[in-house]
């Protein structure tokens, strides 16, 4: 009993008090809303290219080509009757996507189509309705058929139908890398924001610092990658050619694709006339 007691009164009196630390609230929205921002962008990149659409059997080859063709006749159509009839095909072919994907389509060409009514407004109000109407359905139309392309489309397949309509080399291979490198910076920036995020306790004044130094450690990382990449591609071989290995089959979907469009074609060449 006299030893515990003893060695109690040897203790420092700041070893026995209790440690009751709180520490102060602190706002982490901006961390918050980054690390939510680069999940989503590289969720969606990844499901992009994994995720198989069944629905979706047209080439992409053609998928491509008559996108581009189908964007380039609503530019310069002038006839409004044609811009409604592509925009309810093109809300046929979106039907027959998932309902995410159509969620997803239909969102961002709503908004789309509506910030550039708004734009158009006050052409409304000078009495060019026509205009305003005309430019928004455009736009709509436009924004629905990239999307539908977007989504029903691998990101391999469409540089692999560029390289099939001639694309040069160095703009495939930008595109192909840009794509790579969004998803590899995105998850080692995503693990630097978590490490901040976890020493971030209390009122963390320097945050702001702190994504600064992740900002220059993203560039260092990108260069030394940049070079790493060369270096492999240097011992590979690579010459900076793309080529198409896959087999192409003519199949009954990509018939009836190439039909419709035709029929595009004509009703674009048909109501021009009118």
């Known amino acids: 009993m006299n030893n515990s007691v003893t060695t109690r009164s040897n203790v420092p009196e700041w070893l026995l008090k209790d440690e009751n630390y709180f520490p102060q609230s602190d706002r982490n929205n901006f961390l918050d809303k980054s690390i939510l921002s680069l999940l989503n962008i590289i969720s969606k990149i990844k499901a992009q290219d994994t995720t198989p659409n069944s629905k979706y059997d047209v080439n992409a080859v053609f998928k491509v080509a008559f996108t581009l063709l189908l964007v380039a006749l609503i530019s310069i159509s ?84 560029l390289k099939r309509f001639f694309t040069p080399d160095i703009f495939i291979f930008v595109f192909d890398i840009t794509i790579k490198y969004i998803v590899m910076l995105g998850e080692f920036t995503l693990n630097m924001l978590y490490a901040l995020k976890l020493r971030a306790v209390g009122k963390y004044r320097s945050k702001y610092v702190s994504l600064s130094g992740i900002a220059g450690t993203m560039f260092i990382e990108s260069k030394e990658m940049s070079e790493d990449m ?45």
Do not use: Q
């Open 78 to 161: 002038m006839n409004f009757t044609f811009v409604t009839a592509i925009n309810v095909y093109l809300l046929t072919m979106l039907s027959l996507m998932r309902a995410r994907d159509i969620v997803k389509i239909l969102r961002v060409s709503f908004i789309m189509g509506l910030f550039t009514f708004v734009i158009m407004l006050p052409a409304a109000f000078w009495g060019n309705s026509f205009s305003t109407v005309m430019i928004t359905s455009k736009v709509f139309a436009s924004i629905t058929a990239v999307n539908i392309l977007s989504h029903s489309t691998r990101w391999s397949s469409v540089t692999s139908a």
């Open 230 to 274: 060369y270096s492999a591609m240097e011992c590979r071989g690579f010459t900076g050619e793309y080529k198409v290995h896959d087999n192409f089959k003519f199949t009954i979907a990509d018939l009836i694709f190439i039909v419709i469009n035709i029929g595009i074609i004509f009703l674009f060449l048909y109501l021009g006339r009118i």
